[in-house]
């Protein structure tokens, strides 16, 4: 099946460095991939939609010069986490879509970043 | 907006016992998905359940069901035969179908409901 891998799985950093999380889709061209955060045992909140080639459209209250998304091919994505604060400490995770939508359009999920921020 | 909702943060049943989760949304979309996804301690989101809202059959997958009830905005998940490996967060989200709208193509997901399976 088709599978999204996601870098790295944890990382630790201090703050106020940069960290940069890679969503990449292993067997499929992903047109269309999302960034979500979520908090211990809370939901997932969509922090913004990024399209290949084009810039992300970032969720009211995603602070966008944060988080900065790039959608450089249809098989990969970042996120880069800028200054990052002990309040950015979270898990991250992204999803690609794949398909054609109405028909055999498919969403998978990466398996996720735990970012700690110390 | 959309807005989903998940009332029982926590449920558990015994190992081969019948569980039925919750979960209502709230929008002025006709055309959308809704959707069932598991969350186990591994944290890797799957996908347990999808619902076409134009589909009035409810959609099975082996020991999963769903009971939605359109008018009422209703989308419970029945897990049948419940099994130790089912222990996991559920997520219930909503997906908007319509060009132009504001969750078209994005997953808005309710708070989730934590089931744990008991031997």
């Known amino acids: 099946g088709a599978v999204v891998s996601q870098h790295p799985s944890r990382v630790i950093c201090k703050s106020g460095t940069s960290v940069k999380i890679e969503c990449r889709s292993l067997?499929?061209?992903?047109?269309?991939m999302f960034w979500y955060r979520q908090f211990p045992k809370q939901s997932l909140m969509l922090m913004a939609t990024?399209?290949?080639?084009?810039?992300?459209?970032?969720e009211q209250g995603v602070e966008k010069d944060k988080f900065l998304i790039n959608h450089a091919s249809l098989t990969l994505s970042t996120l880069t986490v800028t200054s990052a604060h002990p309040e950015d400490s979270s898990f991250y995770i992204c999803?690609?879509?794949?398909?054609?939508?109405?028909?055999?359009?498919?969403?998978?999920f990466g398996s996720g970043t735990q970012l700690s921020v110390l | 907006a959309q807005t989903v909702t998940q009332s029982q943060p926590e449920m558990s049943v015994q190992e081969a016992e019948t569980v039925t989760l919750s979960c209502t949304y709230d929008?002025?979309?006709?055309?959308?998905?809704l959707f069932w996804y598991k969350q186990p301690p591994s944290r890797q989101m799957i996908l347990v359940i999808r619902?076409?809202?134009?589909?009035?059959q409810n959609a099975t997958e082996n020991r999963f069901s769903v009971n939605f009830q359109k008018a009422a905005k209703s989308f419970s998940l029945k897990i049948s035969d419940s099994q130790l490996g089912d222990t996991a967060m559920y997520f219930c989200?909503?997906?908007?179908?319509?060009?132009?709208?504001?969750?078209?193509?994005?997953?808005?997901f309710g708070q989730g409901t934590i089931l744990t399976v008991h031997p």
């Open positions: 067997d499929f061209q992903a047109t269309t």
């Open positions: 619902q076409e809202a134009y589909k009035q």
């Open positions: 989200a909503f997906m908007g179908d319509e060009a132009g709208g504001t969750s078209y193509g994005k997953l808005t």
């Open positions: 990024s399209n290949e080639g084009s810039k992300a459209t970032y």
């Open positions: 999803s690609a879509r794949t398909g054609i939508r109405g028909t055999n359009e498919k969403l998978f």
């Open positions: 929008t002025s979309e006709n055309n959308y998905y």
